[in-house]
């Protein structure tokens, strides 16, 4: 049965114009297609023909008999005709997966809420701006207002720090008039340079900061410790009336 | 030292709303139990005194009197922030509904309202909130705590809800 869907005739290869070989005359035959191969492959690739409709499998035992039978010369005219058939196959396969779903089209809840202009908004927009003018009527504790200072820095007289501060600004040298091109440093590269430079054992800021250094480096290591402290990653102690400073314990 | 004195030196410092949950996890009790000290606090700082309690933001504070707000301005300074006409647009747009994008908020107002919304989203009066899955995957913006501790509100549910014809029904709005 399926052979006579399909059959070809052995004649010599066809050249087109473009000199492209042809496939051979293989005949297709179907309730909704009735022609030769490359006619086929013309109306699928064009989508003129519903290839669902049209079984392959006598194609392609056309196709092995004609292997058989033609000349084995012909091999230009059968890599057509496989290539055809390649395309065809290969659509048909496309074709016959399951499609997939459409999404459904999401109504959202808030849809009948007037989302058809800004004209829906005018009476919302005046009870937020009644609001808003009440609640500005009223005081809170603003947010943040109890900083989390570590303990040690508290418990500490602030006037110890100070005098630390004052110590190593007065060792200080004054600063090169060529900082102008200097690039920029972060407290961060300089918070990484101090937590390399204290150790577990407390020593004073004179001991820390390698000397000679400028009032600025004064500040930077000064303003990087004090962070280090309030991160956790360094701590303080006062022995004899001076700070001394050390890397906090993993 | 009774519950409703403990909630009140709570709330004193608290700098941020506090849930039934956090207070009575702090205190100790069950929330049944800091509910009803909470009613305690509440009559007791309405008769007398310049603070009251407010359900705001989730949670409870203690704010002062709106009938001293006049003295505690000349006193503070604050400086105002009231919103604009268009960032109010903007903001009752994702207020309404919410999650919402750039896009439909655009084509409600019927002009571009990226600006609006980016000045929204610094101070913190809405966010983002996802992506919607449709093409090119907008973002999805809704609103913060912040919004509701702004507009004196203690959930999005206490937000006036329009009606077909689009009015608010401004009657149903209580804070506590």
Known sequence: MRNELAKFSVSPPCVTALGVVAPPPIQVESDTFSGPLALLFEFVRDRRVNLLD????????????????SDRSNLDESAAALVALAYLIERKAW???PAPEEEPIEVEEGAALGEGCIGDYQFAIAALTEFEAERLKLFFRPEGAFPSIPPEIINHEIDHLAAAFAAILGRAEPSPFETVHRARRSLASMMKSVLDAISHEYRSLEQIIPAPFTREDAVYWFLAILELIRLGSARLRLDDGNVHFARAAA | MNLADELEAVLFAADAPASLEILAAALNYSEGQIAQGLEVLEARLEAKGGLQLV??????QLSTKPEYADSVARFLKPRPQRLSRSQL??????????????????????VQSDYGLRLLVERQLIEEVGRKMTPGRPLLYGTTDRFLHQFKLNSLEQLPPLTEDGKADLGKFNVL
């Open chain 2, 55 to 60: 359900q705001i933001g989730g949670g409870y």
């Open chain 1, 54 to 69: 049209i079984p392959l499998a006598p194609v392609c035992e056309s196709y092995f008999l004609y292997l058989l039978s």
């Open chain 2, 89 to 110: 647009e903007v903001l009752a747009i994702v207020a309404y509904k919410q999650p919402v994008t750039l896009a439909e908020v655009d084509t409600i107002r019927g």
């Open chain 1, 95 to 97: 074709a016959m997966l």
